[in-house]
């Protein structure tokens, strides 16, 4: 019996992914564990490995298609002693005729539904029914195409109406070719209203301008237009998330960090040597944003009213303090976890801040490595922002946004006198953490930054 493999759900809110690689051929024999493939979720890369032994007998979906929804069928293994051919072929029916039986629901349900038509209405009405199972796009009654996700990308690309294309592929399915088909035709060109709601349906709530109101602002030819990735698609759609949904309140103070620069060039001084490929290497590096890290996570321990997390139901109170880190990498940004960075040494946390950093950059993360954790800090100061505030990551109830040091002038005995000062700013999840309860946390960090020897204890 051929065995189907579908697009997996890689993270709890995965709902497509990108196949980005095939690692086998049809053809080739692969056992459980083995890597088939590489699949792109909207913050990493991922391999894909197989959970049952076979020839793969066919791939659906082709390397490099974009928007794979989750179980969506990509590929078919024929099983031992299984003709591969036969796997192919059979593989592909049974989901078609999943397709097929979902189409002719809401049509059976409408029919039920719908008053008595006059009969010199039904025979206009039968002709469409039968060229759709025929091949033109094989449309449910739900305005549903059977079609192939390359196909589909390249008619949004081209603006043509799949709805319009007619099918060749097996069971009416549109494929690419039935698309370039109707391109070169020069036929089948969505209309511009398309986009406008049915008779009935109820209209969107106003979201700001639309697409079609902010490119006529703008001279025809002055402009290019860029498609979102699923990452940048899935900041915008958390960033509005929590916006919306969490009544931020932010608070500022300056740190003095004068005695944390010395104490970090004093344990960087102090690194044992490791010999490695490329000769001898300190065991650690740290760096300003790693003791900030161990500074966030000790405030977030020494204040546990605010290492929490709101539901509707209960207050989540952490016993650990997992601090995610904000990484810019090309299109966007991820936050990679230190797992209970309260109890990590300084070291650990920066040899572990590297990996995480450096895989972040090349989209190796596995979802656990960046999904969770209990606060988070956003440093721009390497660009030299002074300070700023940063939006919260749900769950979290806050994160931290720092700026640069610089040397200020500061007051200290009636006298001034100069001192590196950085300045950092509390973003907080008003219904988890209040404003007393927020200004301690903030102290408390402070703390730990101007008495740095206190992260060593």
Known sequence: MPINITMPALSPTMEEGNLAKWLVKEGDKVSPGDVIAEIETDKATMEVESVDEGVVAKLLVP?????????????????????????????????AKAEAAKAEAPAAAAALAAPAAAPV????????????????AASAADGRTFASPLARRIAKDANV?????????????????????????????AAPAAKAPTAGAAAPAPKGMSDDQVLKLFEEGSYELIPHDNMRKTIARRLVEAKSTIPHFYLTLDC???????????????????????GDVPAYKLSVNDMIIKAMALALTAVPDANVSWTDQAMVKH?????????????GLITPIIRQADIKTLSVISNEMKDLAGRARNRKLKPEEYQGGTSAVSNLGMFGIKDFSAVINPPHATILAVGAGEERAVVKGGEIKIANVMSVTLSTDHRAVDGALGAELLSAFRRFIENPMGMLV
């Open 63 to 95: 390397a490099g298609t974009e928007g794979v929804k989750v179980n969506a069928l990509i590929a078919i293994l024929a099983g031992e002693g299984e003709d591969v051919a036969a796997a192919a072929k059979g593989g592909d029916a049974a989901p």
């Open 121 to 136: 209405a039904a025979a206009p009405a039968a002709a469409p029914a039968a060229a759709a199972t025929n091949g033109s």
């Open 161 to 189: 109406d799949i709805l319009a294309v007619a099918g060749t592929g097996p069971h009416g399915r549109v494929v690419k070719a039935d698309v370039e088909a109707a391109i070169a035709g020069g036929g089948a060109k």
């Open 256 to 278: 003095e960090i004068d005695a944390l620069l010395a104490l970090r060039a004093q344990l960087n001084a102090a690194a044992p040597v490791r010999k490695t490929e490329k």
């Open 319 to 331: 016993k650990h303090a997992d601090v995610g880190v904000a990484v810019s990498i090309p299109g």
